[in-house]
């Protein structure tokens, strides 16, 4: 099994900086893929970033340029960067994680850390 655990969220004005940390344990080869995804209220899940096994990242457009997706040495432990935040970046973050080493697939996931950003 896998637990994940995210805390970092809170309240910002437009323009500021939080980072997100999702704490990982349990079975290391059931995490090998691990991600960030956000629902807003009203809205559907998005992927936001993922950090995939061999360490190549991707981002959604919209984050492109001001979040940054990151592990420690230990890949205990998942960061997401945020910068020059937009009232549009306003979610609950969730962290996954899956198995497989490419191909992302998500079988655990975090309850989530609410991020509000004010204009």
């Known amino acids: 099994q896998v637990q994940l655990v995210e805390s970092g969220g809170g309240s910002v004005q437009a323009g500021g900086s939080l980072r997100l940390s999702c704490e990982a344990s349990?079975?290391?080869?059931?995490?090998?893929?691990m991600a960030w995804f956000r629902q807003a209220p009203g809205k559907g899940r998005e992927a936001v970033a993922r950090?995939?096994?061999?360490?190549?990242?991707n981002y959604a457009d919209s984050v492109k340029g001001r979040f940054t997706i990151s592990q420690d040495n230990t890949k205990n432990t998942l960061y997401l960067q945020m910068n020059s935040l937009k009232p549009e970046d306003t979610a609950m973050y969730y962290c996954?994680?899956?198995?497989?080493?490419?191909?992302?697939?998500?079988?655990?996931w975090g309850q989530g850390t609410q991020v509000t950003v004010s204009s």
């Open positions: 950090i995939q096994g061999d360490g190549i990242t």
């Open positions: 996954a994680a899956g198995p497989l080493w490419v191909a992302c697939q998500y079988n655990y």
């Open positions: 349990g079975d290391t080869k059931r995490r090998r893929c």
